[in-house]
């Protein structure tokens, strides 16, 4: 039943976020499944079922990916009665889901050792070579600039200036990517971050290079 379960909601979620073009697809989430059932594995805790189907379902209900909170609420709500499990499992997958979210770093306090992971894998996908490009997809969706030096780094933010507030996709780096990092619960996901920072930071040293070779 845990099978058909899985691929009804994989069917849903492909219907849902395949078109997408800010880095939300369905590849993104296929992406955070496999991590976080790798970590899951690696770190020998957690029910795999209830983390595979969280990992799945995290971007349904973003508010970022639908015209409002409630709209994106209703639209887990409906899938999640619509399948065949106990309430006390879909509760459990709900709450990881609307805990997990960066919302311009405040600090959310996570239950379950299977939201620390689904939350681990969603942010590895982040950074790195694949972080970066989801960053200028989302940026250019946004209409934000790629860089201005003229632009400061907002250092603390309300969670509707982390949405609206003026910034360029570089920016994001020092406002959200680089910290991630340091947030990540499991050791696994840690070991598994080393490379995909040190990919950031030669990125953005060889951006700066080019960037004041052409504005010198």
Not at 143 to 159: K, T
Request: aromatic letters at 8%; proline letters at 2%.
């Amino acid at each position: 039943m845990k099978k058909q379960i899985i691929k009804q909601t994989e069917i849903f979620v492909h219907n849902e976020l395949g078109e997408d073009a800010t880095g939300h697809d369905w590849f993104h989430v296929d992406r955070v499944r496999r991590i976080a059932l790798h970590i899951c594995r690696e770190e020998r805790q957690g029910d795999p079922f209830i983390i595979e189907m969280a990992a799945l379902l995290h971007d349904i209900p973003d508010e970022k990916l639908n015209e409002t909170i409630e709209i994106g609420k209703a639209k887990l709500d409906t899938f999640m009665h619509s399948i065949s499990l106990p309430n006390e499992a879909k509760n459990h997958i709900i709450q990881i889901i609307d805990s997990i979210s960066y919302k311009g770093g405040r600090k959310t306090v996570l239950k379950t050792v299977e939201a620390k992971i689904v939350q681990d894998a969603d942010r590895l996908d982040a950074i790195g070579a694949i972080g970066i490009a989801r960053a200028f997809a989302y940026g250019g969706k946004k209409g934000q600039p790629i860089y201005d030096p003229n632009i400061n780094v907002r250092e603390e933010m309300s969670l509707e200036e982390y949405r609206k507030g003026k910034s360029t996709t570089i920016h994001h780096f020092y406002e959200k990517l680089l910290k991630l990092k340091d947030l990540l619960n499991t050791k696994a996901a840690k070991e598994m971050a080393e490379s995909r920072q040190q990919m950031m930071f030669l990125f953005l040293e060889q951006f700066y290079q080019e960037w004041d070779e052409n504005h010198s």
